[in-house]
């Protein structure tokens, strides 16, 4: 009879089981959905486009992809950007977006789904937010079981920091490596607790796949073996452990080699080092847990003393070859941007282009709040949860987030590393808040029918029963991947482990009222989540708004007159190419002045035409007015940028000898003064002015400020108000209003009635947001004769402009 | 002292001995595997160290070929080893299945890597652009200085 009732037991356990599968199979699709569809806001509200800079060379990469094909775009020298140097593209990007949209795009043609090579790109980020997202239940359920990674996988389809760079039309890098990052870990983890080549295999492939898709891969190779080394400190080593790190190292570096942007670097560079270390370290740990076990004691410590005497002194000479071998190297062998995560202040000390992007500053506190908001209160708690009991995997979780939050200190762009870590914690957070409260109700249920609650085992109720056979099935899991730690453990008696837990179990039981009423008070919380972030964030879009003044270059800088925002992904979906504002009657006003003035580029210029204009708008000239550009968004060449911010600080003169030289015919301006948009030209000038300076010394910062402060009204001073941007931004601004009143700096202009020279202005959009203007050809030297007997100045300087023009060489 | 340490050395030889002997053969196999592909890592090592690493595509592959390779049959070696309590559940052959097919995605990156002669170029540029910050002088020849001095000058 036992037997019968037992067999019923299991039967009906194991119809729970399928049950909870098909359950939460239907829930992950789900949150698919939900992460799929709560970033196409910004296509219902605006419409299908590509947004900000660098998706659009992205996109443009993508095209020229699906038209030439695979090999002509490993080849790809594209000739119409840092003219004249141009730029090997095929070598110098990360290919694993274009790739992966590409070949998205080429399956959905050869299935006769005839979409554009666009809005393939538009619904790449939200179709890879939904991996994302079921990455993140893979991982978070190897840490903690299936429950936390639900609730995991639901945080990370609406954490606001990762929508923001995920909505439908944010066709970046980021895009797909969120998914190829969290997926890696997983499979890492995976191989961790199963101890399969298999999945070391396939993670060493997911690694391939993040290596592709971004520069953050150096994250995943310094954050695992530091997890390895953090295993082998705390006593922890198993050969699970080495499965899961040595081939991976491998086949990591090679894979890592195979892409051409990474090439040697994979192994010549000191991010990639400590991987190394790690694998030797690795090596002489299994070697000794392997002699261990075949020894005595005794003769284990007789080799122990022959072994490190002998050790300690080839150690030493391997580690001063180390030294000597990075020192040696011009930048300690770190590049630029991973210095500048060692040490915060090393960007903006030495590399200005770096430390004018915005997103390469350290955030402000209220950005963990709105980016993370109501997450970051879970995050603790589920650290604690973590080390209860701490196994291999969750030491990795923690390790996790630990280092995620310091490198998120030290750029806001890597928030969105950080961003995965606080969702899995905090998952793990709730389910065991949902666990702890749900198991003291269905402790206490059965107490008000009755049965005394002391804790005699022979009166269990089936409740009891199940949560028992839960705990033993957890403790199984456990131990199967026994360390060395709870090897003890595993030698006492099964009922002894079960009775205890059971005692626990006990004492975490909340009074019954407490843990209903939490109960609710967390799914309110959960229902709210959204709206309060979106309150958060309307609240702090208008502080950004405020506080958005001069020094920030904000490449990122989202435009936000919009007061009201009512869902977090509104709020991050506003396309930088097109704008709206909501006019005081309520109604929508559209401002399309970008695509306006490209496709007055590209329908009004010669093909050939070299476009000149800040960095920043590169890649959109090139990609939507297919036109010839100086720098780009790429900014490889300091220099070439630096010559581009002086043509932009130096008068009108000195400008157009310096555009003249790199065959320049028209000259792009950004100018938010009419509209009041922030992110305009006018504001980012000090940078323009900080890199050219920093190349050519005779432009100096402080020549443009009135006692430390920039200011362009009437305390302006006389450099800043001769300067070529100044003048290409301003020009003809009074016949607008009358005062020339600037609506971002909030002042009038200190200089309004002026003419050009050598400069005219061909075209200005509807807002007045963009600005092009053309170079006038040289004067006719007859003319100059005549103007001879006028004025001395011009005379002294034609001939010098002749001798320069020879000496140019790229005339 | 130097008489003890001797003695010990050899008790401690003798004991790894007498343990190595009870070890199956199949294992033996594994580790001769193992010590043969070491040794011929070492043996390209050093050819590197004498002669140069220029082909350094064609270097790394063969070192790292044989480096995996060594990984990978120690990862097998685990796997198999019946004294291994905690790869029990886990078939042998399972274990060499896995073990091929690492060692086929292996060879295959490998194969591709070897001939990478266009490598040298795109890796050159690759370089030129890395955003150290020696490196963004790389083309300061390229942009006649003077004509800015000049411009200044003529202002």
Not at chain 1, 113 to 141: D, G, H, R
Not at chain 1, 281 to 287: D, E, K
Not at chain 2, 82 to 108: G, Q
Not at chain 2, 143 to 148: E, V
Request: proline share 4%; aromatic share 12%; glycine share 6%.
């Amino acid at each position: 009879m036992a037997d019968g009732e037992s067999s019923r037991e299991a039967t009906a356990r194991t119809l729970r089981n399928a049950f909870g599968n098909v359950f939460s199979f239907f829930i992950l699709l789900l949150i698919g959905i939900l992460a799929f569809s709560i970033r196409l806001f910004s296509v219902i509200k605006y419409e299908s486009v590509i947004h900000e800079f660098d998706p659009y060379f992205n996109y443009r990469v993508t095209q020229f992809l699906t038209k030439n094909g695979i090999y002509d775009f490993w080849n790809w020298f594209d000739d119409r950007t840092w003219y004249p140097l141009g730029r090997v593209i095929g070598g110098t990007v990360y290919p694993g977006l274009t790739l992966t949209a590409g070949t998205l795009w080429w399956l959905l043609n050869s299935l006769n789904i005839p979409l554009s090579v666009e809005t393939v790109c538009v619904f790449t980020a939200p179709i890879f937010s939904a991996f994302a997202s079921w990455a993140t239940y893979l991982l978070t359920k190897e840490v903690k079981g299936t429950g936390a990674g639900l609730t995991a996988a639901v945080l990370l389809a609406m954490v606001p920091s990762y929508i923001s760079r995920s909505v439908a039309g944010s066709y970046d890098n980021e895009a797909v490596a969120i998914f190829a990052l969290i997926f890696t870990f997983y499979l890492y983890i995976k191989t961790l607790n199963t101890g399969s080549l298999f999945y070391a295999t396939l993670n060493a492939l997911a690694y391939f796949y993040m290596v592709c898709s971004w520069g953050g891969y150096t994250f995943i190779i310094n954050l695992i073996p530091m997890h390895v080394l953090l295993c082998i400190v705390t006593g922890r080593y198993s050969s699970r452990l080495y499965i899961a790190y040595a081939p991976l190292v491998v086949l990591g570096t090679l894979l890592a080699a195979l892409v051409p942007v990474v090439g040697f670097n994979a192994v010549m560079t000191s991010e990639h080092f400590a991987s190394f270390l790690v694998f030797i370290i690795i090596h002489v740990v299994a070697l000794v847990y392997h002699v261990k076990g075949n020894l005595s004691p005794r003769m284990f410590k007789v080799a122990v003393t022959l072994v490190v005497s002998v050790g300690l002194v080839v150690c030493c000479a391997m580690i001063a070859v180390l030294i000597a071998l990075v020192a040696s190297s011009p930048t300690k062998g770190w590049s630029g941007r991973s210095l500048s995560l060692l040490d915060p202040t090393y960007a903006s000390k030495y590399i200005p282009i770096i430390a004018s992007v915005s997103e390469h500053q350290p955030p402000t506190w209220p950005s963990y709040f709105m980016d993370i908001n109501v997450l970051a209160f879970l995050v603790p708690a589920g650290i604690i949860a973590c080390f209860l009991p701490l196994s291999d995997a969750s030491s990795f979780a923690v390790l996790y987030i630990v280092t995620a939050v310091y490198f998120s200190g030290v750029m806001v762009r890597l928030m969105l590393v950080f961003a995965p870590a606080a969702c899995i914690m905090s998952g793990i957070a709730l389910s065991e808040a949902f666990n702890v409260l749900t198991r003291s109700i269905k402790f206490q249920l059965p107490g008000s029918s009755g049965i005394s609650q002391s804790g005699d085992t022979s009166m269990n109720t089936e409740g009891e029963q199940n949560d028992i056979a839960k705990t033993e099935k957890m403790d199984e899991t456990a131990k199967e991947r026994p360390s060395k730690k709870n090897k003890r453990k595993e030698k006492e008696p099964v009922v002894k482990a079960s009775i205890r837990s059971r005692i626990e179990r006990r004492l975490l039981v909340l009074p019954l009222e407490a843990s209903v009423i939490a109960i609710i008070l967390l799914v309110l919380l959960g229902a709210f989540y959204v709206k309060v972030a979106c309150k958060v964030d309307a609240a702090l879009n208008v502080h950004a708004l405020l506080t958005s003044t001069l020094e920030k270059s904000s490449r990122v800088g989202r435009w936000k007159l919009v007061h009201c925002v009512w869902a977090a992904a509104e709020a991050y979906s506003a396309p930088s190419i097109v704008l709206t504002t909501y006019s005081r009657e309520g109604g929508l006003h559209v401002f399309d002045d970008f695509r306006e003035a490209y496709a007055w580029l590209s329908h009004n210029t010669e093909v050939d035409d070299k476009v000149a204009s800040w960095w920043d708008y590169g890649y959109q000239t090139t990609a939507m007015a297919n036109r010839t550009v100086i720098v780009d968004n790429n900014t490889w060449n300091n220099t070439h940028i630096a010559t581009v911010g002086t043509a932009m600080s130096s008068p009108e003169k000195a400008a157009w000898e310096i555009f003249n030289s790199l065959d320049v015919k028209y000259v792009l301006v950004v100018f938010g003064g009419l509209v009041g948009y922030p992110s305009d030209d006018i504001n980012k000038f000090l940078w323009m002015v900080r890199i050219g300076g920093g190349v050519f010394p005779h432009i100096k910062e402080p020549d443009y400020l009135r006692d430390g402060q920039y200011r362009i009204d009437s305390q302006a001073t006389p450099t800043m108000l001769n300067c070529l941007m100044y003048k290409l931004s301003y020009y003809r601004f009074v016949e607008t209003d009358g005062k020339a009143f600037d609506r971002v700096r909030q002042t009038e202009i200190g200089k309004k009635y002026f003419k050009l020279t050598h400069f005219e202005e061909v075209f200005t959009t509807h807002h007045w947001m963009v600005r092009i203007y053309k170079l006038k050809p040289p004067k006719n030297r007859i003319r100059g004769k005549t103007k001879k007997s006028k004025s001395k100045a011009s005379s002294t300087s034609s001939p010098k402009r002749s001798g320069t023009g020879k000496r140019n060489p790229w005339h | 002292m130097g008489r003890a340490t001797s003695t010990d050395a050899q008790a401690l030889i003798h004991s790894l001995r007498s343990a190595y002997a009870a070890t199956p053969s199949s294992l033996k196999i594994i580790d001769l595997y193992v010590g043969f592909a070491v040794f011929s890592a070492i043996i390209q090592v050093v050819y590197m160290a004498i002669v140069g690493s220029f082909p350094f595509n064609s270097f790394l592959s063969g070192v790292l070929s044989c480096i995996g390779t060594a990984v990978l049959a120690v990862c097998l070696r685990i796997q198999v080893n019946k004294e291994n309590k905690e790869f029990k559940d886990l078939p042998s052959e399972r274990a060499f299945a896995d073990f091929v097919l690492c060692n086929l995605v292996l060879h295959l990156v490998i194969m591709n890597f070897l001939d990478r002669s266009g490598n040298e170029l795109a890796t050159g540029i690759g370089d030129m652009i890395s955003d150290s910050p020696g490196k963004y002088q790389v083309n300061h020849h390229f942009y006649d200085l003077t004509t800015l001095e000049s411009c200044h000058g003529s202002w």
